[in-house]
């Protein structure tokens, strides 16, 4: 009888792992087809997308080039809506799913992107329903850890102090603007294509509101110093603060809760952040061109 209790015992622990790995299999099945509906979506988006890319880049005549940008416009919101109606669903999944790890990593994937930036409190209950297993595993504690960065770095709270030299060996401490200035960080690099597309746009919001009390802070994650110092030469930026990561050995970017890049964050002068923007793109432009106009027109 004690042999036979053994023998199912040993069992037991030679079959769990195939047992799991079993049901992870079957998981990541349920995944793909969970995606499939908008993932045709997104293929058909981003197809169209690239037709009036290429449509804009070819005409002549500006109110056609006005007409086809406005539409352009529209299909990148359906994109960022599809994108958010898909994480809704990554939501559901991971709830109906504690105690799977595939579930978790999905989460830590959407949790650093564009789509998951205003869902922090989404995010951190569906994380408390994973089983204690899973939140306590390898992906579970780089999941508590971003959450962390997410939650110091997102609109409402106090920006993350810092103080770093810049490109001149100047120091400069994010302390020195409070009750003077709004502060513009933004997290960019010379290689980052969609950054320097929007420096021309940059420079008209410095020049439009630097005297009424905005201040940029550029901050770059270029490992070379000479193509960093190029680029602002070339750019014609050097008006305002210029810090480096490398440079500097500094975690700002990961203070930020950085992702990518462009990522651009906007502080008011009681250091609490009021905006915050993924990615490139005409809503972001719009939207931090729309805060200004209201923070300054309205002093």
Not at 119 to 142: A, R, W
Not at 152 to 179: M, N, Y
Not at 186 to 194: E, G, Q, R, T, V
């Amino acid at each position: 009888m004690k042999q036979l209790q053994i023998f199912i015992l040993l069992l037991s622990l030679f079959a769990s792992p195939f047992i799991i790995a079993q049901n992870e299999t079957s998981i990541e099945k349920e995944l793909a087809e969970l995606h499939k509906p908008n993932q045709k979506i997104q293929d058909s988006l981003s197809k169209l997308i690239k037709e009036y890319n290429l449509k804009i880049e070819l005409e002549t005549d500006t109110a056609k080039r006005n007409l086809l940008t406005l539409r352009l416009d529209t299909l990148w919101n359906a994109k960022d809506q599809n994108d958010i109606n898909q994480l809704k669903l990554d939501f559901d999944f991971a709830r109906k799913h504690p105690n799977s790890l595939k579930a978790l990593e999905i989460m830590k994937i959407n949790v650093g992107r564009f789509t998951g930036m205003n869902f922090y409190d989404t995010f951190v209950e569906v994380f408390q329903n994973f089983s204690p297993e899973v939140q306590n595993s390898p992906t579970g504690k780089e999941m508590s850890e971003r959450l962390k960065y997410f939650k110091q770095s997102k609109v409402g709270s106090i920006a993350p102090a810092f103080t770093l030299k810049d490109i001149i060996g100047q120091t400069v401490s994010l302390s020195d603007f409070k009750e003077k200035k709004y502060v513009l960080i933004d997290f960019w690099a010379s290689w980052c294509a969609p950054c320097l597309e929007e420096m021309p746009y940059i420079k008209e919001l410095y020049k439009k509101y630097n005297q009424k009390g905005f201040e940029i802070i550029s901050v770059t994650q270029d490992q070379k110093a000479d193509l960093w110092k190029n680029a602002i030469a070339k750019e014609k930026i050097e008006s305002w603060k210029h810090l480096s990561v490398t440079e500097n050995k500094a975690t700002i970017d990961k203070d930020y809760f950085v992702y990518g890049i462009p990522h651009k964050v906007l502080i008011d002068k009681n250091g609490v952040i009021i905006g915050k923007w993924k990615g490139s793109g005409e809503n972001n432009k719009h939207e931090l061109q729309q805060l200004l106009k209201s923070v300054f027109e309205a002093e």
